[in-house]
């Protein structure tokens, strides 16, 4: 994939007139708005497990900013530091089901009650990937519209704010 990005400057010049808090909120938005589809795209690809009452693989994928225990220590910190940045992430929660669906597994043999038994392994399903190659330059290009459309809103906010109270943007 080749993405090609353009307009930071300008749009870091437009995000520095408003308020720390609102410039991030505006990049949340943006960043959920931007992912949303990617998410809906992989649910409609995960295999569905009726017999679960709704909590399974495919009720499990959302956009999120928050990760299990697991993949948060498994996550590399990008923006140790940088408490101005906006993360967001697109993908299933802390289900085994997950891995084995997307990957598959390798035949082996059992262990335990059934040792000596052959597992024969499980096919791959693949449901993230095939997500990203749809959406992934979709959601690049979503996430430029999304912060526009959202700074304009914040920028109308914080003048409306202004005007209520005498002073100036």
Do not use: C, W
């Amino acid at each position: 994939m080749k993405i090609s990005l353009h307009g930071f400057s300008e749009m870091d010049n437009a995000l520095g007139e408003l308020t720390t808090s609102a410039a991030k909120g505006v990049l949340r938005r943006a960043l959920k708005n931007a992912a949303q589809p990617m998410a809906d795209k992989a649910r409609s690809l995960a295999p569905d497990d009726v017999g679960t009452n709704g909590y399974d693989l495919k009720s499990s994928i959302v956009y999120g900013t928050k990760l299990s225990k697991r993949q948060a220590s498994l996550h590399r910190k990008i923006f140790k530091n940088d408490k101005s940045s906006v993360e967001g992430f697109v993908g299933a929660g802390p289900l085994i089901q997950a891995t084995t669906n997307e990957f598959g597994t390798s035949p082996f043999v059992n262990g335990g009650r059934f040792a000596g038994t052959l597992n024969p392994g499980v096919a791959p399903q693949p449901f993230m990937r095939p997500a990203f190659d749809s959406e992934g330059e979709k959601t690049v290009d979503r996430i430029g519209d999304e912060i526009k459309l959202e700074l304009d809103k914040a920028v109308a906010r914080a003048k409306r704010k202004a005007a209520r109270l005498g002073g100036s943007v």
